[in-house]
T-cell receptor, first 116, second 112 residues
Framework: GAVVSQHPSRVICKSGTSVKIECRSLDFQATTMFWYRQFPKKSLMLMATSNEGSKATYEQGVEKDKFLINHASLTLSTLTVTSAHPEDSSFYIC????????????FGPGTRLTVL | RKEVEQDPGPFNVPEGATVAFNCTYSNSASQSFFWYRQDCRKEPKLLMSVYSSGNEDGRFTAQLNRASQYISLLIRDSKLSDSATYLCVVNEWGTNAGKSTFGDGTTLTVKP
């Protein structure tokens, strides 16, 4: 199957700093990528849809100025958590939309963010 | 009411057992359906797509009932390695193509 990488896998930062997370599709081009966050024992919550070359579409309740998304190429989308606070601590997962007719998503390994 | 509902479990079964998970969805515009598995602190991995005619992959069988808006996953001859959380995922097509709605997952523990 298609491979999606995510970097970093784990980050610990101080409150007030900004953190950038990269999501790359390694062996296919992805015009659409998704960013999720997941709390313990909960399912994935879609934060935004990232389309190459255009602005991201954010889900209701997700602050676009807080979570900056850039999809500059067909293989890379980035999520920047600006001025992170402890409540932003979570597991962030990206996915890339496959080219198959059934629209499968291929997930990155996730980034565990801890804000102190 | 949630858009995608699953029995959260947990399901605790012995090795070799057969276990079935159910999932219902509320959006009749949904067009494609998947089961993913997620291990603790890992990303979800696609287990299988669910086709209208039903499909089987080894010990795993998925069924779709569009009239009842219901999806199922059957695991036969459970292995210890099947222990995971199983996520039911529903996609729309058209303008929301690829946008997935996830169930909260069903946790399975297979015991020796």
């Amino acid at each position: 199957g298609a491979v999606v990488s995510q970097h970093p896998s784990r980050v610990i930062c101080k409150s007030g700093t900004s953190v950038k997370i990269e999501c790359r599709s390694l062996d296919f081009q992805a015009t659409t990528m998704f960013w999720y966050r997941q709390f313990p024992k909960k399912s994935l919550m879609l934060m935004a849809t990232s389309n190459e070359g255009s602005k991201a579409t954010y889900e209701q309740g997700v602050e676009k100025d807080k979570f900056l998304i850039n999809h500059a190429s067909l293989t890379l989308s980035t999520l920047t958590v600006t001025s992170a606070h402890p409540e932003d601590s979570s597991f962030y997962i990206c996915s890339a939309l496959g080219a198959g007719v059934y629209n499968e998503q291929f997930f990155g390994p996730g980034t565990r963010l801890t804000v102190l | 009411r949630k858009e995608v509902e699953q029995d959260p479990g947990p399901f605790n079964v012995p090795e070799g057992a057969t276990v079935a998970f159910n999932c219902t969805y509320s959006n009749s515009a949904s067009q494609s359906f998947f089961w993913y598995r997620q291990d603790c602190r890992k990303e979800p991995k696609l287990l299988m797509s669910v086709y209208s005619s039903g499909n089987e992959d080894g010990r795993f069988t998925a069924q779709l009932n569009r009239a009842s808006q219901y999806i199922s996953l059957l695991i036969r001859d459970s292995k210890l390695s099947d222990s995971a959380t199983y996520l039911c995922v529903v996609n729309e097509w058209g303008t929301n193509a690829g946008k997935s709605t996830f169930g909260d997952g069903t946790t399975l523990t297979v015991k020796p």
